[in-house]
């Protein structure tokens, strides 16, 4: 399972076995049972989470109405935490839980900034992968700011078609900010 | 001028006045007039600008009704381009303009790719920009998702007050999401 992370890396950079060992034993694997929680609003957040299988939910309620927005989804081969809450070593103003059950491998701040010292490749890596999110969440709000979210649903199921089928409408419509009873009226 | 780079690296990272030199020997200093453009729509995207002086936004135009989209705001020791079109090396979507005179140094990804593979420690420079970036970008996405324009508004005049005095009132109201009339209701 763990190879998978891995062929991950190795899209970016090549690794010798010793390499992927040596960065590897920086990780630890976690496994969670539907509904439960990688991150909990309000608390630490130790751990960045490369997921193996299985699918999560990045969401913050709003503390006034109770009302959940959903930030992000992730699933295999995604990166996920509550990133300001990870790199300022602050407490999370999101949660994460999962939507199916999920197998991830966890990397606390301290390992991560050690292999990245330690190996320039691994800093190489995940520069890469940093300017890749940050290119994802531009679109997001470009998304957000010129388009209804009849459109964001047909740009989902037209991007992402299986997470359409793997996710409750409910958690959709709250992704796209709308009610759930306008939701259905995009998938007739 | 440059100083102002130096320092901004050495926020994260020391450097030798012979390093800083080298570094800086990969950046073209570049100088724009008030309504000069950086990057346009439907243009190559050849630098990422460090801004030493001036004001400029990033914006999407719709094709369909010509309306503007404000994406951010960049100022002094502020980074900026179209990342998606400058990492890809494909055309832009954004247009990148001054809101005031502007003096930025720019980087093209092949300099910007070769001074991070030769220097572990710039390379380390631009993993933590990344960082922040993305951070800022989520706070974004929350705001859009869960407060109101006037909301943002307020928020924007508590975090930045110098910037609601140095732009246009019809791009504030732009970068909002509400008509110019709207924002002028917040402003009483």
Known sequence: MSEKLRQHIEKIT????????????????????????LVQEGAPVQYDYFVLSGLLKASYTNPEDGKEYILQFAWEDWWTTDYQAYFNQSNAI??????????????????????????????????????????????????????????????LLACYPDLIQRVPKTIIASYLGVSRETLSRFTY
């Open 94 to 155: 999101l949660s994460l839980d999962c939507i199916e059950e999920t197998e991830v491998l966890a990397l606390s701040l301290t390992n991560r900034e050690k292999i990245c010292a330690e190996m320039h490749k691994i800093e190489h890596f995940f520069r890469r992968k940093s300017n890749s999110g940050y290119i994802a969440l531009q679109r997001r709000i470009l998304s957000l700011l010129t388009t209804s979210a009849q459109e964001r649903y047909e740009q």
């Open 14 to 37: 090549p690794l010798t076995d010793i390499e992927f060992e040596y960065i590897l034993s920086h990780f630890v694997p976690k496994k969670l049972k539907k509904h439960q929680f």
